[in-house]
């Protein structure tokens, strides 16, 4: 049976550990769509046109080596701005939300144009200084001269472009149940995640 769990929420709100943990805990399939879009990206800077590079994506290019970087991660938002590469990439999206089995999404427009009749959908986010700060941990791992300030800067950077952008813009869905994280540790966050799930599984 297809059992659709759509999470959205801007950068670094936890989104993604949250959907992990929430896959691995129904034994669901999970799909981190940021990497469709940074692949697309990163195949930008390779100097691809960027809605080749989307229409000509395979699951492997997934795997690619840097795609956690902050250049890629500012090509991404700049590729998803993009009405065309957006359509490129949503059948893959939309067959992989209602496999057999259950389906994890985590993105930006999971619960508003992929999949609107997805069983659950949440809304996770944090403040900017707290996403700032859990992104900055992550990056300095890559490149251990990048600044708190550059991270802060760049998130809000992108998120004005998510959410401005006049094609699937970062936003709740109306029937979203929001989760912020500020002051969540992560096991709180995934306790509320799989909390709301479970009740809507009752349900369906
Ligand atoms: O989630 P992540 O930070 O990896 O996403 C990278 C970029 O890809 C986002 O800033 C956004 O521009 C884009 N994206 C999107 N729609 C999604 C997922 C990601 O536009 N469903």
């Given at each position: ?19 992990k ?5 129904f034994?669901?399939?999970h ?10 990206g ?10 080749e590079?989307?229409r000509?994506?395979v ?5 690619r080596?840097?795609?956690?970087s ?21 059948d893959?999206?939309?067959?992989f ?9 985590d ?6 144009v992929?999949c ?7 809304f996770v ?12 941990a992550?990056?300095?791992a890559?490149d251990p ?10 998130l809000?950077?992108r ?6 952008r006049a ?7 109306e029937?979203?149940?929001l ?26």
């Open positions: 049976m297809a059992f659709t769990i759509a999470i959205d929420g801007p950068a670094a709100a936890g989104k993604g550990t949250i959907s943990a929430v896959a691995a805990h034994g669901y399939a799909l981190d769509t940021g990497l469709l879009y940074r692949a697309t990163a195949r930008m800077l390779d100097g691809l046109d960027p809605l590079a989307a000509a994506l699951p492997d290019d997934l795997k080596e840097g795609l956690r902050a250049d890629v991660a500012r090509a991404a938002s700049q590729v998803a701005a993009l009405p065309e590469v957006r359509r490129a990439l949503v893959f999206q939309r067959a939300a209602r496999r057999a089995g259950g389906a994890v999404l993105g930006r427009d999971i619960g508003t992929i609107p009749e997805a069983e659950v959908k949440l986010t944090a403040s900017d200084a707290v996403r700032a700060e859990r992104r900055h992550e990056l300095t890559y001269e990048v600044t708190l300030e550059s991270v802060l800067a760049d809000r950077e998120d004005a472009r998510d959410s401005a094609t699937a813009p970062l936003k709740p869905a029937d979203a149940q989760i912020d994280t500020t002051d969540m540790d992560i096991k709180a966050a995934v306790a509320a995640a799989i909390a709301i799930v479970t009740a809507r599984q009752d349900e369906v």
